[in-house]
């Protein structure tokens, strides 16, 4: 599809009718839309309509037109998707940045979704506020890497439990315009939604891994305090790439919360 400023994203769309709130899939930095396929499949089985998109400069989606990236622009791309297909009131399910988008949207329309699942994600700039990752540091290595070894926009298959770290970056750098991973990362650092947490009126389930350096269990145990219908799911043994590395870990829990998050 296309969106106002003429930038094409890639869009893949599985209706169902029969009255079951849609659920959408937001990916994270250098990842794509492949990062959902078993969650999809979950969702699909229970009878959800289901929608993944590429946000622009990643996986088949075009970089932004006019080269400027921010949060407030890529809750707007939601936006328009979510017009595109005529979607109200949709399940959000968002990984890493894909989660702030999500968590985003739903503080600033609190009675236009359902329901959220957030992974591995917060409510502040890991970069600016987490002092342990030396953020400028992390931010130019990325983008420098991405700049040397991109060898063009493309997709690839983040199911395999085997993935390394390394490999999630590699591939990251490999297959997502340079200029993508430059105005994320740039766009993240302004990131801070903890005073409108309390705007979300709809159920809240995260996700964090017991190892995550990026996302701190500090944050998380107060953003659940924070948003009024919310629970937290500590996965033991498993860092910020958990969604990527073991997507049956995400849909175990989802599973056990799926009444919880349907308000049922």
Not at 100 to 119: D, F, H, Q, R, W
Not at 161 to 172: H, M, N
Request: hydrophobic share 35%.
């Amino acid at each position: 599809m296309l969106l106002g400023d003429g930038t094409e994203i890639f869009v893949t769309y599985r209706f169902q009718d029969n009255g079951k709130p849609p659920v959408v899939f937001i990916h994270g930095d250098g990842q794509n839309h492949t990062v959902w396929k078993n969650l999809m499949g979950y969702f699909s089985g229970k009878g959800h309509s289901v929608l993944c998109y590429d946000l622009p400069g990643h996986g088949l989606s075009q970089p932004y037109k006019d080269r400027t990236y921010s949060f407030s622009k890529f809750v707007e791309t939601l936006k328009q998707v979510l017009e595109e297909k005529a979607i109200r009131k949709p399940v959000l399910v968002g990984n890493s940045s894909g989660g702030m988008i999500a968590l985003k949207y739903a503080s600033e329309k609190p009675c236009g979704v359902t329901c959220v699942v957030a992974v591995s994600s917060c409510d502040v700039s890991p970069a600016k506020h987490n002092p342990k990752l030396r953020g400028e540091e992390m931010i130019k290595k990325y983008i420098e890497a991405s700049k040397k070894l991109f060898q063009g926009q493309g997709l690839f298959d983040y199911g395999n439990p085997g993935l390394s770290d390394e490999d999630i970056f590699l591939s990251a750098v490999k297959n997502t315009s340079p200029e993508a991973i430059e105005g994320n990362l740039n766009a993240v650092e302004d990131y801070d939604i903890r005073s409108e947490l309390r705007n979300i009126r709809v159920p809240v389930l995260l996700f964090r891994g017991s190892k995550d350096l990026i996302i701190t269990g500090k944050w998380m145990k107060r953003m659940k305090e924070e948003i009024p219908f919310s629970k937290l799911i500590t996965l033991e043994g498993y860092g910020h790439h958990v969604l990527l590395q073991n997507p049956d870990k995400i849909e175990e829990g989802i599973i056990e919360n799926y009444s919880f998050l349907m308000q049922e």
